[in-house]
């Protein structure tokens, strides 16, 4: 199994600019989670989902969007970047949403917004 | 919202020194996770507690939990350089683990 693929690694973006980090698990999880990691802040949570068609917001949704189409993918979308999405994104996934399931995390997306 | 605070933020150790890295939450917790992060990859799962005294380890690495369960310590015994990395806890508040809380994380150096 791959586990959480996450694509791509890294990303420049200049602000305005709309792009898409893919974000897929071959697990056959139900919850799927975007965070983000900055200096001294720990991981924030952007969006999540329980299951396919079914999304919410976390801490820190602005600027953001996800869907959930499959149970496989969980694409987040940034609609027009700023230097304060510059960070590091990491995709999660977990079996179940019990405390019994903890999540599995991809390799991250390193974005830099100018 | 729920906090975590981790202690400290960083710590360089010589090899084989015993070390000890805190998380205190400003709730009672219904789950703590410790995950590892190495530089340029994602985060690991080590341990998760979800008694109040429970105690678990995984080869040199002892994770408790206090008996109200407000705060976690993640012990590692005879650190080596592969110890090296970032722990950070994470929590859950709601019971539903839905909405995960981190902190910001401990930055261990092992110097051989």
């Known amino acids: 199994n791959a586990g959480v693929t996450q694509t791509p690694k890294f990303q420049v973006l200049k602000t305005g600019q709309s792009m898409t980090l893919q974000c897929a698990q071959d697990?056959?999880?139900?919850?799927m989670s975007w965070y983000r990691q900055d200096p001294g802040m720990g991981l924030r949570l952007i969006h999540y989902s329980v299951g396919a068609g079914i999304t919410d917001q976390g801490e820190v949704p602005n600027g953001y969007n996800v869907s959930r189409s499959t149970t496989e993918d969980f694409p987040l979308r940034l609609l027009s970047a700023a230097p304060s999405q510059t960070s590091v994104y990491f995709c999660?996934?977990?079996?179940?949403?019990?405390?019994?399931?903890?999540?599995?995390f991809g390799n991250g997306t390193r974005l830099t917004v100018t | 919202s729920q906090e975590l605070e981790q202690s400290p933020q960083s710590l360089i150790v010589q090899e084989g020194k015993n070390l000890t890295i805190n998380c205190t939450s400003s709730k009672t917790l219904y789950g703590l996770y410790w995950y590892k992060q190495k530089y340029g990859e994602g985060l690991i799962f080590l341990m998760m507690?979800?008694?109040?005294?429970e105690e678990k380890s995984h080869e040199k690495i002892t994770a408790k939990l206090d008996e109200k369960k407000q705060q976690s310590s993640l012990h590692i015994t005879a650190s080596q350089p592969s110890h090296a990395g970032i722990y950070l806890c994470?929590?859950?508040?709601?019971?539903?683990?839905?909405?995960?809380?981190f902190g910001s994380g401990t930055q261990l150096t092992v110097l051989p």
């Open positions: 994470g929590a859950d508040s709601s019971g539903s683990a839905r909405q995960l809380t």
């Open positions: 507690l979800q008694k109040g005294g």
């Open positions: 999660a996934s977990s079996y179940g949403v019990s405390a019994n399931s903890p999540l599995h």
């Open positions: 697990m056959n999880h139900e919850y």
